[in-house]
Each structure stands twice: as structure tokens, then as C-alpha cells.
């Protein structure tokens, strides 16, 4: 059975960053917020689904939390993926640090908003543009936020 839960923690590219930035070493949420052009509230919501996943643990350290990854827990996926590749070898590789690409945001442009049209109803449809519409049934995502 394969190790869902770990393989949705590593689906997101985030998440998997911030992995690589934890196998130098425990780090506090500010240094692995400062490698992102993100918010730090989306980075700990990364960091709560690491660590749901068993992938990472939360130490407190005075007034700072510190994020330690445990690459022992990547072994399930390890397992099942040799069963899927049983011919093929899967080593562990040495730890390897990918810098930050720092790349500049595009300037932000204005776009200008339409005129206004006025709006006329014809009095048949006026009663139909009042009633509400029907409530769609709710789709099952599977877990997934869309």
C-alpha cells in the first residue's frame, strides 16, 4: 500500500523545498520563510502538513520554533517504490542544498475597469432574475482543496 500521506506532503514544490532546506539542520520558521516569496503564515501552513506526515518535527527553542526533518521517515515511500521498480536500485544520495533562484517579481499592471452598462430588466424576466438559484449538489473533492 503506498505511503499516502507522505506523497502528499511531497506532491506540493513548497514542501519539497523546504525538505531540502531542513537536511542542513533544524531551522527556525524565519530562516525557512526568508528562502520563500511567500507569507509566513502559508509557510507554516507547509510546515503543519510536513509535520502531520511524520516527515518533520517542531522543537521550541526559547522564544523560536525550530523545524527538524526526519529522513528516516522516507522509507515507506523508499519500500514501495523498489516494489513498483523491483529491477531498479534506489540508493540514498548524499544531501544536496539547492540555492533559492532569486528572480524578480513582474511589475504589477493596472487594468482598466470597463464602463458601466446599466442594467434594464423586461418585467417577464425581472421575476425570474429575482428568485434564487438552486442549490448545486456539493462534489466530493476526495480531500482536495479546488
Known amino acids: 500500500m503506498p505511503p499516502i ?9 513548497t514542501r519539497c523545498r523546504l525538505i531540502e532546506l531542513l537536511q542542513g539542520g533544524p531551522q527556525p520558521v524565519h530562516v525557512l520563510a526568508a528562502a520563500f516569496r511567500i507569507s509566513r503564515p502559508a509557510i507554516s501552513r507547509h510546515l ?7 516527515l518533520i518535527s517542531e522543537k521550541k527553542f526559547g ?17 514501495w517504490l523498489a516494489g513498483l521498480l523491483p529491477a531498479a ?16 517579481l513582474p511589475k504589477a499592471r493596472r487594468i482598466p475597469k470597463p464602463a458601466a452598462t446599466p ?5 417577464a424576466l425581472a421575476a425570474e432574475a429575482a428568485a434564487p438559484a438552486p442549490a448545486k ?5 476526495m480531500g482536495f482543496d479546488f
Open 5 to 13: 500521506a507522505i506523497l502528499v506532503a511531497l506532491a506540493d514544490p
Open 48 to 54: 503543519r502538513v510536513l509535520k502531520q506526515s511524520g
Open 63 to 79: 522564544r523560536e520554533n525550530r523545524y527538524a526533518l526526519h529522513p528516516g521517515k522516507l522509507a515507506p515511500v523508499q519500500r
Open 89 to 104: 536500485r534506489i540508493t540514498e544520495a548524499p544531501a544536496v542544498v539547492i540555492p533559492a533562484v532569486e528572480q524578480p
Open 119 to 123: 442594467v434594464i430588466l423586461v418585467p
Open 137 to 141: 449538489p456539493a462534489v466530493s473533492q
